[in-house]
């Protein structure tokens, strides 16, 4: 069974600080894929990062970067230098590379970063 | 990244009443769509899958009759709330898998139910 936990239900920040949100998974696959998704106030789910269960490679992209460790089946993902709109529920999901498509996710972590 | 859109973004009803919800991808293709459904403060459910020319999968405990789906061409698929009750207000997120890359989805903006 495919399941995402991201423990973390709720983290506050004060702008500028630094902040991990974690992400936990478990799968059987060989192949699957892992996914990171914003959602803020306005609902709508914003696509943020996919990696291959093949390419472990950490990736950075501006202020945002993902740490993939199949050692330990973490995806996490750290904001560097906060800002008030980085203020949003995030999701990590995982797809099994089996039949690509259905997500699986996690229960979200809601991040407030305050001025 | 690729575009889906979604209609109506908010919609209220009377109990009874049934409700569809239009889901589509804007500059892509999409052979594949799903259906989520989210409470307050929780985290997305899929409801079901939907191919284009086919009937749609539904997850257990997703009524069929209750939620009807169709996806009649590769870049529109809609969800019918029938004879819809207060217990269905929620938000439903239609997305959409094509664009930039087979496996990932493209979200729409969700759209919010409110029955009386």
């Known amino acids: 069974a495919q399941k995402v936990t991201q423990a973390q239900t709720e983290i506050s920040v004060v702008e500028k600080e630094d902040v991990t949100l974690d992400c936990v998974y478990e799968?059987?696959?060989?192949?699957?894929?892992l996914f990171w998704y914003k959602q803020p106030p306005s609902g709508e789910l914003v696509f943020l990062i996919r990696?291959?269960?093949?390419?472990?490679q950490n990736e950075i992209s501006g202020r945002y970067s993902w740490n993939f460790q199949k050692s330990t089946s973490s995806f996490n993902f750290t904001i560097t230098a906060s800002q008030v709109v980085d203020s949003a529920v995030y999701f990590c999901?995982?797809?099994?590379?089996?039949?690509?498509?259905?997500?699986?996710f996690g229960r979200g972590t809601q991040l407030t970063v305050w001025p | 990244g690729a575009v889906v859109s979604q209609h109506p973004s908010r919609v209220i009803c009377k109990s009874g009443t049934s409700v569809k919800i239009e889901c589509r991808s804007l500059?892509?293709?999409?052979?594949?769509m799903f259906w989520y459904r989210q409470f307050p403060k929780q985290s997305l459910m899929l409801m079901a899958t939907?191919?284009?020319?086919?009937?749609?999968?539904?997850e257990q405990g997703v009524e069929k009759d209750k939620f009807l789906i169709n996806h009649a061409s590769l870049t529109l698929s809609t969800l019918t709330v029938t004879s819809a009750h207060p217990e269905d207000s929620s938000f439903y997120i239609c997305?959409?898998?094509?664009?930039?890359?087979?496996?990932?989805?493209?979200f729409g903006p969700g759209t919010r139910l409110t029955v009386l």
């Open positions: 997305s959409a898998r094509g664009g930039g890359g087979a496996d990932t989805q493209y």
């Open positions: 799968t059987r696959d060989t192949t699957y894929y």
């Open positions: 990696r291959n269960s093949f390419d472990e």
């Open positions: 999901a995982l797809a099994r590379g089996s039949t690509l498509g259905r997500l699986y």
């Open positions: 500059d892509f293709q999409a052979t594949t």
């Open positions: 939907s191919n284009e020319g086919s009937k749609a999968t539904y």
